[in-house]
């Protein structure tokens, strides 16, 4: 009988310490027996933030806070390294390797200092490090258990274009290194393991697919492998129905459909990097979110598609670090350009415009970009709009921090008439002021944006409204045989 080929991807919290790496390479080890298994692991938690942050220090000429990260990491990994291999020649020679990939991140970082520039290259050469060196830590400690394993450098499997700091896959090329170095180990029974979040040019100069993209990394592996599961290994339980921060009464989602996935990670749902859902959508196959620290539970399944919640609503999300800018104006009114120029413009600033809403009389048009983007977005729309700015054209950008947006999120919606009446009905009678509102015409959301104040009241009247509080029946009879999920050994 085939093999089933599961991807596994292993975020940062879930190989912390050598503690969290054991339990990794017992879950691993577990499914090996039974399937085929590629892992693919984020760096330690914390790792990648202290990589850029001593980076970025080093661009101001500082070394120091460099220097001691590369004392640090040293520290950490050889910590790992002695709890988890026994046998002093293999530790040796792993501790070797590990050697190797801090001391060239110090030499970066040095002629980072010296040069006084951090080239989008370079900060990738250095925040790659921490996968560079998660990676043969746990292929180790796979070995430990008695499996044949070996950490793999991304760059030989994920071919990207070179927008540095956010690399796109390139699927064909990526398809065919997969085909031609991962698919021999995997039939020789081997369990390769490899770095999240890198990949690669044509030309072999590291790239990097964006912060949290290891997620992303596992499900284009699997989809270029035509893997028949993805499990994304995190720290929490599984897609929740909203954030517990917000919502006491969240519950771990038994099902969602890619839609609503790609929804949630969308607007800030922290469980999954937002591109994750893209190769598979293409590629099929079942993505598994699963916690690593309590493998007995089911998690939460995404396929294309599931069962929707009865009140059409399966799930709400809320992000705060968002701005709202407005362009308004007289000018606008009829101006077909208008629309198109801001867009254009927004885009080359490279900012991510989350949601967008413009009246039909046409007055204004408003859009909200992540906050840590506004600023370049503004200055790119001034320049822009010089112009019609002194003519009074356009009358104002105007600029407003203090909102976040909401979306409620749910297959159903689609052609289930009054969800939106019901949504801010709820609102209204919370008092809730709606500055904004947007729904896709792929009706799986139905965002709005709100003050900031008001976010977290917002997101807790409408999980009740849609009882997101309470079990499905399916829940109820037993959702993980319902689910296919298999029996995880204690
Ligand atoms: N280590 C990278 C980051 O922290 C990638 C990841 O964890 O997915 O952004
Ligand atoms: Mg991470």
């Given at each position: 009988?085939?093999?089933?080929?599961?991807?596994?991807?292993?975020?940062?919290?879930?190989v912390?310490?050598?503690?969290?790496i054991?339990?990794?390479?017992?879950?691993?080890?577990?499914?090996?027996?039974?399937?085929?298994?590629?892992v693919?692991v984020?760096a330690m938690?914390?790792?990648?933030?202290?990589?850029?942050?001593?980076?970025?220090?080093?661009?101001?000429?500082?070394?120091?806070?460099?220097?001691?990260?590369?004392?640090?990491?040293?520290?950490?990994h050889e910590?790992a390294l002695?709890?988890l291999i026994?046998?002093?020649?293999k530790r040796?020679a792993l501790a070797q390797t590990l050697e190797q990939v801090i001391?060239?991140?110090?030499?970066?970082?040095?002629?980072?200092?010296?040069?006084?520039?951090?080239?989008?290259?370079?900060?990738?050469?250095?925040?790659?490090a921490g996968e560079r060196l998660s990676a043969p830590l746990v292929a180790g400690a796979l070995v430990?258990?008695?499996?044949?394993s070996e950490a793999m450098n991304?760059?030989?499997?994920?071919?990207?274009?070179?927008?540095?700091?956010?690399?796109?896959?390139?699927?064909?090329?990526?398809?065919?290194?997969?085909?031609?170095?991962?698919?021999?180990?995997?039939?020789?029974?081997?369990?390769p393991v490899v770095t999240?979040?890198?990949?690669?040019?044509?030309?072999?100069?590291?790239?990097?697919?964006?912060?949290?993209?290891?997620?992303?990394?596992?499900?284009?592996?699997?989809?270029?492998?035509?893997?028949?599961?993805?499990?994304?290994?995190?720290?929490?339980?599984?897609?929740?129905?909203?954030?517990?921060?917000?919502?006491?009464?969240?519950?771990?989602?038994?099902?969602?459909?890619?839609?609503?996935?790609?929804?949630?990670?969308?607007?800030?749902?922290?469980?999954?990097?937002?591109?994750?859902?893209?190769?598979?959508?293409?590629?099929?196959?079942?993505?598994?979110?699963?916690?690593?620290?309590?493998?007995?539970?089911?998690?939460?399944?995404?396929?294309?598609?599931?069962?929707?919640?009865?009140?059409?609503?399966?799930?709400?999300?809320?992000?705060?670090?968002?701005?709202?800018?407005?362009?308004?104006?007289?000018?606008?009114?009829?101006?077909?350009?208008?629309?198109?120029?801001?867009?254009?413009?927004?885009?080359?600033?490279?900012?991510?415009?989350?949601?967008?809403?413009?009246?039909?009389?046409?007055?204004?048009?408003?859009?909200?970009?992540?906050?840590?983007?506004?600023?370049?977005?503004?200055?790119?729309?001034?320049?822009?709009?010089?112009?019609?700015?002194?003519?009074?054209?356009?009358?104002?950008?105007?600029?407003?921090?203090?909102?976040?947006?909401?979306?409620?999120?749910?297959?159903?919606?689609?052609?289930?008439?009054?969800?939106?009446?019901?949504?801010?009905?709820?609102?209204?009678?919370?008092?809730?002021?709606?500055?904004?509102?947007?729904?896709?015409?792929?009706?799986?959301?139905?965002?709005?944006?709100?003050?900031?104040?008001?976010?977290?009241?917002?997101?807790?009247?409408?999980?009740?409204?849609?009882?997101?509080?309470?079990?499905?029946?399916?829940?109820?009879?037993?959702?993980?045989?319902?689910?296919?999920?298999?029996?995880?050994?204690?």
């Open positions: 009988m085939k093999k089933l080929l599961q991807v596994m991807k292993f975020g940062g919290t879930s912390g310490d050598a503690e969290c054991a339990r990794v390479a017992r879950i691993v080890a577990d499914a090996a027996v039974r399937h085929s298994v590629v693919v984020s938690s914390g790792v990648t933030n202290r990589l850029i942050q001593a980076a970025v220090r080093c661009e101001t000429g500082d070394q120091s806070e460099s220097q001691t990260l590369a004392e640090q990491l040293r520290a950490q910590s002695r709890a026994s046998n002093e020649v040796a001391a060239e991140t110090a030499r970066l970082c040095h002629g980072t200092a010296l040069l006084r520039e951090l080239t989008p290259r370079t900060l990738d050469a250095i925040s790659s430990e258990l008695g499996l044949r991304a760059t030989e499997l994920i071919v990207t274009d070179n927008h540095h700091g956010d690399a796109e896959p390139l699927m064909g090329p990526t398809r065919d290194r997969a085909e031609a170095r991962l698919r021999p180990l995997l039939t020789d029974g081997m369990v999240g979040y890198i990949g690669a040019t044509r030309e072999g100069v590291l790239t990097t697919l964006g912060r949290g993209g290891s997620d992303y990394s596992a499900t284009l592996l699997g989809a270029a492998l035509g893997a028949d599961e993805t499990i994304i290994w995190t720290d929490v339980d599984g897609v929740m129905t909203a954030d517990p921060r917000l919502v006491p009464e969240t519950r771990t989602l038994p099902e969602i459909s890619y839609h609503e996935a790609a929804e949630l990670a969308y607007f800030g749902a922290k469980v999954l990097h937002p591109k994750t859902l893209r190769p598979v959508t293409q590629a099929g196959g079942t993505v598994w979110i699963r916690n690593s620290f309590a493998p007995e539970k089911s998690g939460t399944k995404i396929a294309p598609q599931s069962r929707p919640a009865p009140g059409g609503v399966k799930a709400l999300t809320a992000i705060r670090d968002v701005t709202l800018i407005t362009v308004g104006g007289p000018g606008i009114v009829g101006a077909l350009d208008i629309l198109a120029r801001t867009f254009s413009t927004t885009a080359r600033a490279r900012a991510n415009v989350l949601l967008i809403s413009q009246s039909s009389s046409q007055n204004d048009i408003c859009f909200v970009v992540p906050s840590s983007e506004a600023e370049r977005a503004i200055a790119a729309l001034r320049k822009t709009f010089a112009q019609e700015l002194a003519h009074q054209q356009v009358e104002h950008i105007n600029v407003d921090a203090n909102v976040a947006i909401v979306a409620a999120v749910g297959e159903k919606m689609k052609g289930t008439p009054g969800i939106a009446g019901r949504t801010f009905s709820a609102l209204g009678r919370e008092n809730i002021n709606v500055i904004a509102i947007a729904q896709g015409s792929s009706e799986y959301n139905i965002s709005f944006v709100v003050e900031a104040g008001a976010m977290k009241r917002a997101v807790l009247v409408l999980h009740k409204e849609f009882g997101l509080d309470r079990r499905t029946p399916m829940e109820e009879n037993g959702l993980a045989e319902a689910a296919g999920v298999e029996p995880w050994p204690k």
